[in-house]
């Protein structure tokens, strides 16, 4: 099958030049076209974007779902694949969502996808971490929520959900100073936009949750199959959803002292 199935891929990005090329490039292989929605970007994103074959469109910074909703709306399909601006997708994938649409539209309107770690050393994370995502979507069924803070639909009530074997390699971070940054950022949105937990529970949760979170990660998530990086990411995971407690905490104690 040498033609490209009828599906959009979106990509928000800012100050994203380390993987956007081939992160449009690896879409290419299987979407009609690749639209990147750039907020800003100080760096060369924008340039690299463009000559790898996607449409960049400017806009500023909206939150995430609502960033979503923006780049939905510059898409020329109905069907989307929702990608990262460190999301790769593999050829397996690419193969695999090329034989859905063979014989026409596909049979589910919602396909789920596995986000595999791709560490800064190592082979990549494949059945751990628990990351899945449904990225793979027809907007006549389900859009992104209007939202932000959060980027991830739920499915409405009786839409029919697939998944798929193969995977995206995220390649989540470059080295930890990479990645606390990203998790102090998504932490302070978190804790800024989201509805606050009591007081209470969020004392609790400072006291309490932090050994809960990386527990998660190592054992209840399978990163303890990932040797050095696979601990290190999950205290460092942890860590970060520990964070959005404390910060969310500050948030309540300054509404109160208005």
């Not at 910074?61 to 923006?70: D, H, S, V, Y």
């Not at 589910?108 to 059945?127: D, H, N, Q, V």
């Not at 990932?226 to 520990?242: D, E, I, L, P």
């Amino acid at each position: 099958m040498t033609a490209k199935p009828p599906l959009s891929a979106y990509i928000r990005a800012r100050n994203e030049a380390r993987m956007i090329a081939d992160v449009v490039k690896a879409a290419l292989a299987v979407a009609d076209e690749v639209v990147v929605v750039d907020s800003g970007s100080s760096d060369d994103t924008a340039r690299l974007a463009q000559e790898a074959g996607a449409r960049v469109v400017k806009q500023d910074w909206l939150g995430n779902g609502k960033q979503k909703r923006f780049a939905e709306n510059q898409c020329r399909h109905d069907w989307l694949l929702d990608l990262d601006a460190d999301e790769i997708v593999t050829d397996e994938l690419a193969g695999e969502i090329r034989a859905l649409f063979k014989t026409g539209a596909p049979p589910k309107s919602i396909y789920e996808i596995e986000l595999a770690i791709a560490p800064p050393f190592g082979k990549p994370w494949r059945g751990m971490g628990d990351i899945v995502r449904s990225k793979l979507y027809d907007r006549r069924v389900v859009r992104a929520p209007d939202h932000a803070a959060w980027d991830q639909f739920v499915a409405p009530a009786g839409a029919a959900i697939g998944a798929l074997d193969g995977a995206i390699m995220h390649h989540a971070f470059a080295d930890t100073e990479h990645l606390i940054d990203k998790l102090n950022k998504n932490s302070s949105t978190r804790a800024r936009e989201l509805t606050p937990k009591p007081a209470p529970i969020l004392v609790l949760r400072i006291f309490f949750g932090l050994p809960f979170y990386v527990a998660k990660r190592y054992l209840l998530n399978g990163l303890f199959r990932a040797g050095v990086y696979g601990f290190a990411f999950s205290m460092m995971s942890g860590f970060g959803r520990w964070m959005r407690d404390v910060k969310m905490y500050e948030r309540v104690m300054r509404e109160r002292a208005k």
